[in-house]
């Protein structure tokens, strides 16, 4: 039993920063991957970045490589994504994905909202 709770989310202009936050509570000792998906307006989900409970390994679509950054807290049971130089393209709900023993869970998203 496990809840993902996101925040971070709003309205920004292009080229600005927002960071993102993923706090995940309850049975949470057996994290594998946490991670940052995206959905936009008529479009599928698709990934943005995940990191790799142990170790720190990180993975990013090429369209965020440079620009977003994924970390952890893992004291805090709790993942992070910076978006740095945010462009109209990254407007979408953000929704945290976590893999943690045998079950894979979802967050409720959160909008970033960029404007040109």
């Known amino acids: 039993q496990v809840q993902l709770v996101e925040s971070g989310g709003g309205l920004v202009q292009a080229g600005d920063s927002l960071r993102l936050s993923c706090a995940a509570s309850g049975q949470t000792f057996n994290t594998y991957v946490m991670g940052w998906y995206r959905q936009a307006p008529g479009k599928d989900r698709e990934f943005v970045a995940n990191i790799i409970w142990t170790g720190g390994n990180t993975h990013y679509a090429d369209s965020v490589k440079g620009r977003f950054t994924v970390s952890r807290d893992s004291a805090k049971n709790t993942v992070y994504l910076q978006m740095n130089s945010l462009k109209p393209e990254d407007m979408a709900i953000y929704y945290c994905?976590?893999?943690?023993?045998?079950?894979?869970?979802w967050g409720q998203g959160t909008q970033v909202t960029v404007s040109s």
């Open positions: 994905n976590a893999r943690i023993g045998p079950e894979e869970y």
